[in-house]
Each structure stands twice: as structure tokens, then as C-alpha cells.
């Protein structure tokens, strides 16, 4: 199976940083990975999917990018409603599986 | 507006059974695969399992595979999670979750809207 890895697992930004988290795959998977975001106590939104398409209404300063087995998530300008955890997963179509990594949480400097 | 409701989740003894539902409304329930997603108390987002929008691609997580069995029914309009042989570390939060596309082959996928969640606790 497809393992996924993500660095770094957590990080301390400050607002109007620019952030960006790394999601590795153990082998190719094209483009077939999305990004989510999770608040506590909230379910997970999600944010990009196919590597680097902006789920509709996710602001702009989002963007993924990568393919294969390196992808990145950034955020051009971090804020405030930006603190949360977030999840890279992939899709492998047969048998169907969705891996999630294991997670990187952001946090306020 | 797209509405995904859990339920069906309880406390549980181990190596009992039981059954989660999601009712689905706001968007057209058969063209789109499902989901469940778990969360164990303060730990990472799992994938379950997950059907296709005919129940004809269906897929499970090693962990769960042979004691979980998901389903659905489109003229209900609802999602089902059978989960027999229940085992602490099964112990989550359980998610129902909408993928943006039918079916898992030819294409990248994402779940773009999710329920509040069931709580499943299995302890004796």
C-alpha cells in the first residue's frame, strides 16, 4: 500500500507569513492527491484537489502544487482563520483506497 | 444546500455490532460516491471505506476489511456503515463524507462536503 508522509508535522507561523507543507508519497501517484483542512472540533474541508484545482470558495492564497511522489501546499499570506491541521490524502483507484497522511498542524508564533 | 447527517453510534462492548446511517439531501444522492472517514479522540483523519455512486467499486481499509461492510441505498437517499467484530482501537469519531466524483477510476478525487460525525466507543 501507499504510505504518505508529511513535514513538517507541526509549525509555528506568524500572520502574513507564507507557509508551506510537503505531503511524500511512498510511490507515484500522479496527480490524484488533495489537501484538507481541519479546525478542532470541526470536520475537515477540503482545499485542493487533483495536486493543484482550488476546491470552489477556498481563498486563493491556497495552492498545490507536485506530482508523482512530492507535493506541496502553500499559503502566500497566512491568517488568523488559517490555524488549523492539515491533511494530504490520496487516491489509489483499484482496489479503492484513500490514504491520509498523517497530519501538520499550524500554529500561532 | 448539501446536508449529511450521522447516526447510529453508541457505546458498544467489544466483539459486538453496529450499524451507522447517513441521510443525504441537497445534492443528487446517485451520482456520487461516499464515504466514511474515522477520527480517533486526538489523533489523524482515516479512511474507512468508500462505494461508488452504483455500488459497483467498493473499498476498505486494511484495518476494517472482512468486519466492516458499507452500503447504500439511492432511492433513500442514505449511506451505511455495518460494522461487526468491534474492537477498541475502532473507537472514533465516524464521518459520512461526499466525493466529487461517481466512481474512483480514470481521475483524482476529493470529499467536498462532510457530516458532524457518530461517536462509536467500544468498551466493556
Known amino acids: 500500500d501507499i504510505q504518505l508522509t508529511q513535514s513538517p508535522s507541526f509549525l509555528s507561523a506568524s500572520v502574513g507569513d507564507r507557509v508551506t507543507i510537503t505531503c511524500r508519497a511512498s510511490?507515484?501517484?500522479?496527480?490524484?492527491l488533495a489537501w484538507y483542512q481541519q479546525k478542532p472540533g470541526k470536520a475537515p474541508k477540503l482545499l485542493i484537489y487533483?495536486?493543484?484545482t482550488l476546491q470552489s470558495g477556498v481563498p486563493s492564497r491556497f495552492s498545490g502544487s507536485g506530482s508523482g511522489t512530492e507535493f506541496t501546499l502553500t499559503i502566500s499570506s497566512l491568517q488568523p482563520e488559517d490555524f488549523a491541521t492539515y491533511y494530504c490524502?490520496?487516491?489509489?483507484?483499484?482496489?479503492?483506497?484513500?490514504?491520509f497522511g498523517p497530519g501538520t498542524k499550524v500554529d500561532i508564533k | 444546500e448539501v446536508q449529511l447527517v450521522e447516526s447510529g453510534g453508541g457505546l458498544v462492548q467489544p466483539g459486538r455490532s453496529l450499524r451507522l446511517s447517513c441521510a443525504a439531501s441537497?445534492?443528487?444522492?446517485?451520482?456520487?460516491?461516499m464515504h466514511w472517514v474515522r477520527q480517533a479522540p486526538g489523533k489523524g483523519l482515516e479512511w474507512v471505506s468508500g462505494?461508488?455512486?452504483?455500488?459497483?467499486?467498493?473499498g476498505y481499509a486494511d484495518s476494517v476489511k472482512g468486519r466492516f461492510t458499507i452500503s447504500r441505498d439511492n432511492a433513500k437517499n442514505s449511506l451505511y456503515l455495518q460494522m461487526n467484530s468491534l474492537r477498541a482501537e475502532d473507537t472514533a469519531l465516524y464521518y459520512c463524507?461526499?466525493?466529487?466524483?461517481?466512481?474512483?477510476?480514470?481521475?483524482?478525487?476529493?470529499?467536498?462536503?462532510w457530516g458532524q460525525g457518530t461517536l462509536v466507543t467500544v468498551s466493556s
Open positions: 510511490q507515484g501517484i500522479s496527480s490524484y
Open positions: 462505494i461508488s455512486w452504483n455500488s459497483g467499486s467498493i
Open positions: 490524502q490520496q487516491l489509489n483507484s483499484y482496489p479503492p483506497l484513500f490514504t
Open positions: 487533483a495536486a493543484s
Open positions: 463524507a461526499k466525493d466529487i466524483r461517481g466512481g474512483f477510476s480514470g481521475g483524482s478525487s476529493g470529499f467536498d462536503y
Open positions: 441537497g445534492f443528487t444522492f446517485d451520482d456520487y460516491a
